[in-house]
């Protein structure tokens, strides 16, 4: 069951991480909103496969997130120019007490599952790419020297 889980958890990230790469955007920090952010672990599984540190932001972000853009979108229609940043910094609070920085052994596997979930999305898709077979070898060798 705990095997399944983490699985699901890791796979929702896989996924997050493959549409972020699609970004023209560099982080070092990544922030969380919503109730999977009060997981450890989901901080933590962040953190390490997006190689970056991930922060918990408190209160309910998605409602404040969509009030903020909101508020963007009109200032910047009502002609008073201003970033995104600049009219959500006042109001984001960062949990500061539950930021998880990447951990090192933890972000040399996930580089290797990165790369497997992404060969086995290309085959699925029927598109070509790395063999996931040999990747999936090359992982169990990793965690194998890793115990």
């Known amino acids: 069951k705990d095997v399944l889980c983490r699985a699901v958890l890791e796979g929702h ?7 972020f790469c699609r970004m023209p955007v560099e982080s070092k920090e990544i922030r969380l909103t919503g109730g999977l952010s009060r ?20 209160g309910e972000g998605v409602a ?16 008073k120019k201003c970033s995104l940043q600049e009219v959500a910094e ?12 990447p951990k090192p052994l933890n972000m040399e596997i996930y580089r290797y599952q990165k790369r497997l979930f992404h060969a086995l999305s290309n085959r ?3 598109e070509k790419g790395q063999d996931p077979f040999s990747l999936r070898t090359d992982l169990s060798s990793l965690i194998d020297k890793a115990r």
């Open 64 to 79: 404040l997130g969509a009030a903020l853009h909101a508020a963007w979108v009109w200032s910047n229609e009502g002609g």
């Open 90 to 101: 006042p109001f984001v609070i960062l949990d500061e007490k539950r930021r998880q920085k």
């Open 13 to 19: 990230v896989f996924n997050l991480y493959d549409g």
């Open 124 to 126: 699925i898709r029927g």
């Open 39 to 58: 997981s450890e672990v989901w901080c933590q599984t962040i953190a390490d496969v997006f190689e970056a540190e991930a922060v918990p932001v408190k």
